[in-house]
């Protein structure tokens, strides 16, 4: 049982080190990667795998009525007009609420390697990180991270279904 755990704990480091350097040159101090729930970090007692914001009810209770999702195409990080119309309804309470936070979880379906789905989820949720700032919010209360095809958000092998796992989520 020892081997296997530490084998395991080889191919995590290895695979976050393969995703880590694939990305671009100039990522940022709050974006993370994660390969795969393999433990329980820092020794915590229930770890869920979510990364948490802490806003106001406000925010919180203006963020229930946007859509969420901002969906790409095969292969993709590149913001299409649907995704922009949602992102700028994400900029606006972001820009009204200078103080609030948000994370931008990246997803893919699963197809590709790991490694390879891991990247293009960082990829996909930094484009909405970029277009948001671009827009005007403070990349600093923005969060990033690439949940690659661990996530499905819809089970199956149909295009149907892989259409819905190419996305990332916004969470306040």
Do not use: W
């Amino acid at each position: 049982m020892s081997t296997s755990f530490s084998k395991i704990a080889v191919l995590a480091v290895l695979s976050s080190a393969v995703a880590l350097t694939t990305g671009c040159a100039t990522k940022r101090s709050t974006s993370e990667v994660v390969v795969a729930p393999l433990g329980i970090p820092g020794g915590q007692a229930g770890y869920t795998g979510a990364v948490v914001v802490d806003n106001a009810s406000t925010v919180i209770s203006g963020a229930e009525n946007l859509q969420a999702v901002v969906y790409f195409a095969f292969d993709s990080s590149e913001i299409t007009a649907q995704a922009a119309n949602v992102l700028n309804q994400h900029a606006s309470l972001l820009s009204s609420n200078p103080n609030a936070g948000v994370v931008i979880a990246g997803h893919t379906d699963e197809r590709g390697s790991r490694e390879y789905n891991v990247a293009l989820g960082e990829r996909r949720a930094q484009a909405a990180r970029n277009y948001l700032a671009a827009q005007g919010v403070a990349v600093n209360n923005v969060r990033v991270i690439s949940y690659g095809e661990e996530r499905p958000a819809a089970n199956g092998n149909t295009e149907e279904a892989y259409a819905q796992n190419r996305r990332a989520e916004l969470s306040y």
